[in-house]
């Protein structure tokens, strides 16, 4: 990867994880050739990855499960992910049971 895109990666996780923050959620960067985002809440531990992918003439921000939103708008994004560790369910989607030990 070219260190120009690289920057561009880094440069939305980082407005990203400066909105989670704000958010009350911990946020850390792993990897540095290949940034991702490692978000977790910390009063329920709930945590995801988030991702930065060029997309079209753009960027989007992704993360499991099926999220989705554009790097243009990371308020937004910051708060999608909130509601996910916060364990808001998603409009249309069914409750899965927590099966974890």
């Known amino acids: 990867m070219t260190a120009p895109f690289v920057q561009q990666r880094l440069a939305h996780l980082e407005s990203l994880a400066a909105g989670l923050r704000g958010r009350g959620l911990m946020c850390r960067m792993l990897g540095a050739g290949n ?37 243009e708008d990371p308020g937004r994004a910051a708060g999608l992910v909130g509601k996910l560790l916060d364990g808001t369910p998603r409009p249309n989607t069914p409750d899965i049971p927590d099966t974890s030990v």
């Open 35 to 71: 940034p991702v985002l490692w978000v977790w809440h910390p009063g329920n531990g709930r945590q995801t990855i988030v991702f930065a992918s060029p997309a079209g003439d753009g960027w989007l921000f992704l993360w499991a499960p099926d999220g989705q939103e554009s790097a």
